[in-house]
């Protein structure tokens, strides 16, 4: 939770890991996926709870942008409310309510933001969808800050930790033409040889520090 101007508060919740289909269109592959987005009336792990009405009406403001193809997800957080288009690794296509529950899906976008992501989705990192918005709240007798009405969903960005409990994610490869996942997490990367060379660091420094994680979690568990 990071302080703005005007004491709003920029807010950053993850719901868990996404369930991924592989598919490709015409030369190339499109990866889409689709899963819990965010969740009403539950509290998460970093103890807020967002009512129902004030998080449907947030989506309904967003149909229209989502129908013209305009909300962009970057790939981790940014510090504030802008959605930063050079750091855009995906857009989100459609959202709907199971209950509580807020699903949706989402398409990978070919930049360098994306490719990154897709290679982590294709090495069988695990990747996790979170909201970003803005706006105040209140602590009730519990402890948890309930989310107010000033809150505004930005968008929903790419990040490697949730922050309430779900499922993890699968991925299953359906064919228009299927493409069978790499078995190396590197290789959708070197294989694109007009990549910045500054991209394929970055995505190996995020493989180096999810494998130190597991690998902390394994010892500490």
Known sequence: MVLLENNQMLFSDCVGYTTLELTES????????RGKFQEANSVNKNKRMYPYDILAENVTKLEETIKNRGLFGELDHPTDSIIHLGSASHIVTKLWWEGNTLMGEGEILNTPSGKILRA???????????????????????????????YKLITFDAVADPSTFSAFQSKIARKETAIAPSTNPVSPIVEDKKLDPKVLISYLGCVLEQRTKEAKNKING
């Open 26 to 33: 015409t030369n190339t592959g499109t990866l889409r996926f």
């Open 120 to 150: 982590l989705i294709e090495g069988g990192l695990r990747v996790g969808i979170s909201s970003r918005g803005v706006g105040q709240g209140q602590v009730n007798n519990e402890g948890v800050l309930v989310i107010g009405e000033s």
